[in-house]
């Protein structure tokens, strides 16, 4: 499959009516096809058959440099898999991707590839803390997305529970960043956790809670 085939397959299937719509609300200024996620989802599952690690890593790197939305979706996409070996590859491509942010739909598609290629190699953790100093804010954002995984064990080892712990802080100190899109994600980090872990989210929003938004203390909290 070369890009040349995967741009076109993906214009093939465009609806202009919907690309509009699409273009209105995700207001990032970039090309829009209207293509619908399921269909997204049959082409990335047809092309991972055909293609080994690293032609899959290939084409998610020519996808991503066409600034397509859908491209940018399928790119992610692509090399979203647990079990991906070598992943060195893909690790890099997404960290490449990162800085290219400017909305949550390709960011969150984009850190759920991610998330994969850190639960395998959790010392990568150090290269997602720099993130956190970041200037550009939805690279700060990517930091908290990018380590969900670590709010839904029920019964987290001792080296989760620390990882855990090192993310709360980061979002402790993201706190007084007044940015809408980093309070939705501390209170998104908070609400997960708070379905498996509720005491170390009551310790938190009884510690910051008070200097977040309101909107974000009140969904933080929707579970406790």
Known sequence: MTPELALAALHERAVPKKAEEMAAYHKAKRVYLGVSNPEIDALQKEWRKE???????ELARDLWASDIHEARVL????????????????????QSWV???????????????GEKRLQSDVSRIETVEAWTTSDHMWTRRAALVITLPWTKQNHPKPEELEIRDRVLGWAAGYVPDRQWFI??????????????DKPRVEAFLDEHGEQMKPFARKEAAKYL
Do not use: Y
Not at 87 to 92: F, H, M, N
Not at 99 to 113: M, Q, R, V, Y
Not at 188 to 196: A, T, V
């Open 51 to 57: 293609l080994d690690v690293e032609g899959r890593v």
């Open 183 to 196: 309070q939705k994600a501390i209170a998104w980090w908070l609400r997960e956790l708070s379905k498996h």
């Open 75 to 94: 790119a992610a996409k692509l090399i979203t898999q647990a079990r991906l070996r070598p992943d060195d590859g893909a690790w890099e491509l997404i």
């Open 99 to 113: 800085g290219d942010f400017d909305g949550w739909a390709i960011a969150d598609h984009a850190c759920k590839a």
